[in-house]
């Protein structure tokens, strides 16, 4: 039989922040200095309290079993035996590549709801994460599944989610929490036309700006986009490993035929052909450790739950990770986001360059538009003209430099195709002066194909 319950204050653990007080709608607990005090007489035992305190300060027992006095929580084992598909060369759809790349990467957590044209990621790692002893839940809406995998993250598990348009529309708030907390997380977002519902499973690119600036405030985002399914598989490993490396949110953003599309891709053994970045781990003690440390750019972030406690908020915060709204803290935090990721750009930064040597006229374009584009500028060639394609990888950061240096040539001119109404178009008259740029601009939910390009190459 059940004894009396019991309500218990763990002082090792209660750092005295207050949370639970206004959570008890009982009025049954009161601060008292940094103390948290329990009216016995006022307390129905419902355990509301113990749910919201971030630091499982509040123990709720029968009164028979042992209060747990450890301070490392005992987390589901995640590591089950890697299976993969044999190494080797696959016929594969770029959804499976992208699901195959994040279980190679490590990627033990997905929390989505199913959207076309993503919803095959989904379905795949739905299938494959129980064989290698990671967890997928489907839950209610985006909003739920960018809380879940932030969440997942944070307690030390490789997560991910995969949407479309206006699911990523949906993910924004949480999107910048993460940003605003440091925490690694890769989304996937297979762009379709819109806005709004627009035109399901169609192709487009209209997501470019709204991966960069989608979320509110001054965030830092890395965003990257595949052309093939052999770069779906390894730019979701690229994902994960920047987002560990770094601690930010990093966008895959393939188009829809790029997701959709199947082709030849050599898949590597997991355990030996791919280099999993790890998570940098602290090297100060749990008492002194602050999760926002401004020594590094990059403070190494711990699991909740082994050992270190520490505070994450929305808010501006301190090094240690409490709100503050002193000016000087604030500045130097976004100072710090902004500073780890633009002192980095050469390392973050990718892009392929085709024919470039000699052009004159250089066709800039991205996921499946670049292959138009580079068939665009090979027949341009054929006819004598000089023509180059110049690929974006890292889509943000934006790859301001090296454009920049082609475009110190002088005598050049630049044609932006994508498949929206001029996103990058822009970025690209920012970085080369607008007289010297024309576009490709095409949303009627169709691909490029390569002639419009080659008559606007000319
Ligand atoms: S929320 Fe937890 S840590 Fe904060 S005062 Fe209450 S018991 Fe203590
Ligand atoms: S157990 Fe329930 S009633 Fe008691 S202090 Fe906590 S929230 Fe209030």
Avoid at 149 to 159: K, W
Avoid at 433 to 442: A, K, Y
């Amino acid at each position: 039989m059940a004894g009396k319950k019991r309500f218990q204050v763990l002082e090792d653990r209660c750092k005295g922040c207050g949370i639970c007080v206004p959570t008890c709608k009982f009025d049954a607990l009161h601060m008292n200095g940094s103390r948290v005090i329990l009216e016995e007489e006022k307390c129905k035992y419902c355990g509301v309290c113990t749910f919201n305190c971030p630091d499982l300060a509040l123990v709720l027992t029968t009164g028979e079993e042992k209060i747990p006095d450890e301070k490392i929580l005992p987390l589901p084992d995640f590591g089950g035996e890697i299976t993969q598909p044999a190494p080797g060369t696959h016929f594969m759809q770029g959804a499976t590549a992208c699901a195959e790349g994040a279980i190679a990467a490590g990627c033990r957590f997905y929390a989505g709801y199913p959207i076309t044209p993503s919803t095959e990621i989904a379905e795949d790692m739905a299938a494959r994460l129980p064989q290698v002893g990671g967890r997928f839940i489907q839950l209610e809406d985006e909003i739920a599944s960018m809380g879940a995998i932030a969440g997942a993250s944070v307690s030390g598990v490789r997560s991910m989610s995969a949407t479309s348009g206006p699911g990523f529309s949906l993910m924004q708030e949480n999107l910048g929490a993460a940003c605003m907390r440091e925490i690694p997380l890769v989304v996937v977002n297979v762009m379709r036309g819109g806005p709004c519902t627009g035109l399901p499973t169609r192709p487009s690119q209209g997501d470019v700006m709204q991966a960069r600036w989608g979320t509110h405030g001054d965030h830092q985002i890395i965003a990257l986009a595949p052309w093939s399914v052999s770069e779906m598989f390894w730019l979701t490993v690229r994902a994960f490993n920047l987002s560990e490396k770094f601690r930010v949110p990093v966008i895959l953003l393939p188009d829809e035929v790029v997701a959709h599309m199947r082709e030849r891709i050599a898949l590597p053994d997991y355990r030996t052909e791919v280099a999993v970045v790890d998570r940098p781990v602290p090297s100060d003690p749990p008492e002194s450790y602050k999760p926002f440390d401004g020594r590094f750019l990059t403070p190494p972030l711990p699991a909740y739950g082994r050992g270190y406690r520490f505070h994450l908020t929305g808010l501006t915060h301190r090094p240690d990770g409490f709100p503050t709204g002193d000016p000087a803290q604030a500045a130097a935090l976004l100072e710090r986001h902004e500073r780890k990721i633009r002192e980095a750009a050469s390392e973050i930064v990718q892009v392929d360059e085709v024919d470039m040597a000699d052009a004159t006229t250089i066709v800039v374009a991205y996921g499946s538009t670049a292959r138009s584009a580079k068939e665009a500028v090979r027949s341009a060639r054929r006819r004598g003209v000089k023509a180059g394609l110049f690929r974006p990888i890292t889509i943000w950061p934006f790859p301001t430099e090296r454009l920049s240096a082609i475009a110190s040539r002088g005598n050049v001119r630049f044609v932006v195709a994508e498949m929206n109404r001029g996103q990058i178009l822009g970025e690209v008259e920012r970085v080369v002066g607008r007289f010297r740029v024309s576009g490709v601009l095409q949303t009627d939910g169709n691909p490029i194909m390569a002639r419009t390009i080659e008559r606007a190459i000319g």
